[in-house]
């Protein structure tokens, strides 16, 4: 992720039972991202910063199962 870079991408479980609905279980996404249920995360980050978070996936049965998140978002790129 780089700042000032808009991002646009989607998680996609696999197994269990559609429709799944995604939610941060707990940590931060980094500053100007949002994540909705259906799993797609957007926006533009504001800041370089380091960020760690986890994913929870529940299925239409109720089963839920959670994945980490974690990097750095990199300063902006240089121009002239």
């Given at each position: 992720l780089q700042a000032g870079k808009p991002v646009?991408?989607?998680?996609?479980?696999?197994?269990g039972t559609a429709p799944y609905t995604y939610r941060l279980a707990s940590g931060a996404l980094p500053p100007g991202l949002?994540?909705?249920a259906s799993g797609r995360l957007s926006g533009?980050?504001?800041?370089?910063a380091a960020y760690?978070?986890?994913?929870?996936?529940?299925?239409?049965r109720g089963a839920e199962t959670r994945r980490g998140f974690?990097?750095?978002?990199?300063?902006?790129a240089l121009s002239v």
């Amino acid at each position: 992720l780089q700042a000032g870079k808009p991002v646009a991408l989607a998680f996609a479980a696999s197994g269990g039972t559609a429709p799944y609905t995604y939610r941060l279980a707990s940590g931060a996404l980094p500053p100007g991202l949002s994540l909705a249920a259906s799993g797609r995360l957007s926006g533009t980050p504001t800041a370089r910063a380091a960020y760690a978070f986890d994913l929870a996936v529940r299925d239409a049965r109720g089963a839920e199962t959670r994945r980490g998140f974690g990097g750095t978002v990199s300063p902006g790129a240089l121009s002239v």
